[in-house]
């Protein structure tokens, strides 16, 4: 069922292109922390549209691709399926990680035929792309990124093209469920465009005068790679953690340079496909990925973000600015906002350290112990399971099933209800490197570290329940998104029903997200659910 908007409104209304940037790992309060700096696109988004300064991610885990999924789809993880990164299930008799994505009736376009593809198959929801294909057969929608297969969840099942740079294949590539072939305009940008971004370095572009903007009291160092700082430079930086070698294009992957490359990437979409110069509202999805990446490595706070969110901020500006060019200022729609946020270094926190991964493997091998015993059923074990967790010093909770299929006045009970689908658990945050049949996610058992407690894996980490991992940006700006500013009031999901409703787009009646009024001019409010 969808809602109908009226046809006077439409016709008021009518965005020629829907533009829906994220950067991962955006921390809502790093933007404000950073605004005197980010004044070219940032600051026109901010000026011209409306900001709310932090937005909610309403559900546990905060990973991303239950982040990306759910501001498309405008639903929360239980919802729209994609409930983490990777799930823990059994494959041929044995229990492994199996990414969300995962598809083995397709094939990524270049790689070796034994990669597995990938596609939206375990994707329950339509996306906001999906929703203008519906509603005009004549409209494109492409997404476009660079975090690995992160695309597919924005473009959902229906698209003309989803595309994201592979680092192992050194090109911007798809899968054979939206395309047999790469188009003409991505393969020349691969050949022509992309090598001109792939520099051997990475120097400092921020002005002296914002450098101190980078709070390096609330960063870490703890490479084991050694200290790195500017500049960065591929020759210096070409061997991995266990020695292993690094390529140009991996370590291109791990610099906000491939996002610059993007940017214009996503210039070139809209100039190919004649984005919003057709006469039908089409849609285009930008995944900005480097926040991520130099997130993880370098820390939320850290001069190389703050580089990273610098650089961003011009190639955005540029990008707007094309499509004042392409298809004219006040034609075009925009949101950008982040899948989730990130956690400080973990000693700013009361009681907060790094749980480190030796801990994480004596905790399952005591799982494992509890779950072999014999003469106990599998709901014994699971609650023998639960108890052991709950006696580890770094866990606040354990949920099964279960517990998250009831109703409950627990906050943290609400959020990971709204990240759980049933059958299709993660293992994160206990990650693990040995074969576990008896892991705490085959019995669909969700676990919850202790506030400040971060798992040893990167500079950066997200995943928790807690606000720091759940505070992100979004931004509405162009045409039918009034001025203002709000300090919070919006959460993730609403933002494709927002960008929806103020195009003028019929979107469906069961969505978890909302239209948010406050954001919308006179013209484009109005409408009701049907």
Do not use: C
Not at 329 to 356: E, F, I, Q, W
Not at 357 to 368: F, G, H, K, N, S
């Amino acid at each position: 069922i969808f809602l109908i908007a009226s046809s006077h409104r439409i016709h008021a209304q009518r965005s020629r292109l829907i533009v829906q940037i994220k950067m991962d790992q955006l921390r809502g309060d790093l933007v404000q922390r950073y605004a005197p700096l980010l004044d070219r696109g940032f600051r026109r988004m901010e000026d011209g549209g409306y900001w709310i300064r932090k937005g909610d991610v309403d559900y546990a885990l905060t990973l991303s691709f239950p982040g990306h999924a759910s501001l498309v789809t405008g639903m929360f993880p239980s919802h729209h399926g994609l409930t983490a990164n990777e799930w823990w299930l059994e494959r041929n008799g044995t229990w492994k990680e199996v990414d969300v994505t995962e598809d083995a009736g397709v094939h990524i376009l270049g790689s070796p035929a034994t990669r597995v593809g990938a596609s939206p198959k375990f994707l329950l929801a339509t996306t906001l792309g999906e929703w203008i294909k519906k509603a005009d057969p004549q409209a494109k929608s492409i997404a476009v990124g660079t975090g690995t297969n992160i695309p597919i969840a924005y473009a959902g099942h229906l698209s003309d093209g989803a595309f994201w740079f592979d680092s192992s294949l050194n090109q911007f590539t798809t899968s054979t469920f939206y395309a047999e072939n790469l188009p003409g305009w991505i393969t020349s940008f691969n050949q022509e465009v992309l090598p001109k971004f792939e520099r051997s370095s990475w120097k400092l572009s921020v002005p002296s005068k914002y450098m101190a903007l980078a709070d390096s009291k609330k960063r870490s160092f703890n490479h084991s790679n050694g200290i790195r700082t500017f500049p960065h430079v591929y020759a210096n930086e070409s061997t991995g953690t266990q020695g292993t070698p690094v390529t140009l294009s991996r370590w291109f992957a791990g610099t906000p340079m491939k996002d610059e490359a993007l940017f214009a990437l996503a210039a070139r979409a809209v100039d190919a496909e004649r984005l919003g110069q057709r006469g039908s509202t089409d849609y285009l999805a930008i995944d900005v990925d480097s926040t991520d990446s130099v997130g993880h490595e370098y820390g939320p706070r850290s001069l190389e973000q703050l580089d990273t969110l610098f650089r961003m901020d011009r190639a955005l500006g540029d990008f707007l600015q094309h499509l004042d060019q392409m298809v004219g200022k006040g034609n075009y729609l925009v949101a950008l906002s982040a899948d989730h946020g990130v956690s400080d270094s973990p000693g700013v926190y009361p009681g907060g350290r790094r749980v480190t991964m030796p801990e994480i493997e004596a905790l399952l091998d005591r799982v494992e112990q509890v779950a072999t015993a014999e003469g106990k059923s599998e709901r014994e074990i699971t609650k023998a399971i639960v108890m052991e967790l709950k006696a580890t010093s770094f866990i606040a909770d354990a949920y099964t099933e279960d517990d998250l299929a009831r109703p409950s006045k627990d906050p943290y009970v609400h959020l990971y209800a709204h990240g759980f689908r049933q059958g299709f658990t993660t293992n994160f945050p206990l990650w693990t490197d040995k074969r576990r049949d008896y892991h705490p996610a085959r019995y669909g058992i969700v676990v919850r570290f202790k506030k400040g407690m971060v798992l040893d894996a990167a500079i950066g980490v997200h995943g928790s329940p807690y606000e720091y991992d759940r505070d992100v940006p979004i931004i509405f700006f162009g045409a039918g998104i009034q001025h203002g500013v709000r300090p919070k009031g919006a959460r993730t999901v609403d933002v494709a029903p927002t960008l929806g409703t103020a195009a003028g787009i019929a979107i469906p009646a069961d969505l978890d997200g909302r239209p948010l009024a406050f954001v919308l001019s006179s013209a484009a409010r109005g409408s009701n659910r049907k």
